[in-house]
T-cell receptor, first 113, second 110 residues
Framework: DAGITQSPRHKVTETGTPVTLRCHQT?????MYWYRQDPGHGLRLIHY???????DKGEVSDGYSVSRSKTEDFLLTLESATSSQTSVYFC????????????FGSGTRLTVV | SQQGEEDPQALSIQEGENATMNCSYK?????LQWYRQNSGRGLVHLIL?????REKHSGRLRVTLDTSKKSSSLLITASRAADTASYFC??????????FGKGTKLTVNP
């Protein structure tokens, strides 16, 4: 998707290992978000950022941490991956919080074995 | 945070027919947004309707908003096979946190 890229696109990892997913934007948007999407649950917010070094938790933040040291990059880390974290992860960006649409990345499919 | 609930969960129609899906929500909003997700892809923003608007058009899409009933509908006219996707509504109130429903899965049969 234009202006936002996620890496890697696919990853298989073992239980107990740390994993970092990257979201990179070229839109200079202030707000960045990490979601996970699972069958039967829709999209659930993990963490979001409202500026460099400013982050907050979403509804399913346990087992995840984030960092944003630059405007353009928002990293999601699974501290010790578990099978329940097998999911598709989406990053989204927005210039503001009211009356703006959101731009989503193409997703990262993570499998924890 | 707020959540929109889409209805129906699944909808199957023939090409050329119109597709209507609905979204209900519970509290006051600033705006309501509709997104489309093709299989294996990220969500794509379709349209945003503000709380003081009642209807909005974008190409073959028509969105209505009834704040008294706390509901919205998305109409896709003259549907095409390429419209096959899941459609999500998102309601935005006073929080910057995004909460999406589970979506309506639309299948357009050739």
């Amino acid at each position: 998707d234009a202006g936002i890229t996620q890496s890697p696109r696919h990853k298989v990892t073992e239980t107990g290992t740390p994993v970092t997913l990257r979201c990179h934007q070229t839109e200079n948007h202030r707000y960045m978000y990490w979601y996970r999407q699972d069958p039967g649950h829709g999209l659930r917010l993990i963490h979001y950022s409202y500026g460099v070094k400013d982050t907050d938790k979403g509804e399913v933040s346990d087992g995840y941490s984030v960092s944003r040291s630059k405007t353009e990059d928002f990293l999601l880390t699974l501290e010790s991956a578990t099978s329940s974290q097998t999911s598709v992860y989406f990053c989204a960006i927005s210039p503001g919080t009211v009356n703006y649409g959101y731009t989503f990345g193409s997703g990262t499919r993570l499998t924890v074995v | 945070s707020q959540q929109g609930e889409e209805d129906p969960q699944a909808l199957s129609i023939q090409e050329g027919e119109n597709a209507t899906m609905n979204c209900s929500y519970k509290t006051s909003i600033n705006n309501l947004q509709w997104y489309r997700q093709n299989s294996g892809r990220g969500l794509v923003h379709l349209i945003l309707i503000r709380s003081n608007e009642r209807e909005k058009h974008s190409g073959r899409l028509r969105v209505t908003l009834d704040t008294s009933k706390k509901s919205s509908s998305l109409l896709i006219t003259a549907s095409r096979a390429a419209d096959t996707a899941s459609y999500f509504c998102y309601t935005q109130g006073g929080s910057e946190k995004l909460v999406f429903g589970k979506g309506t899965k639309l299948t357009v049969n050739p």
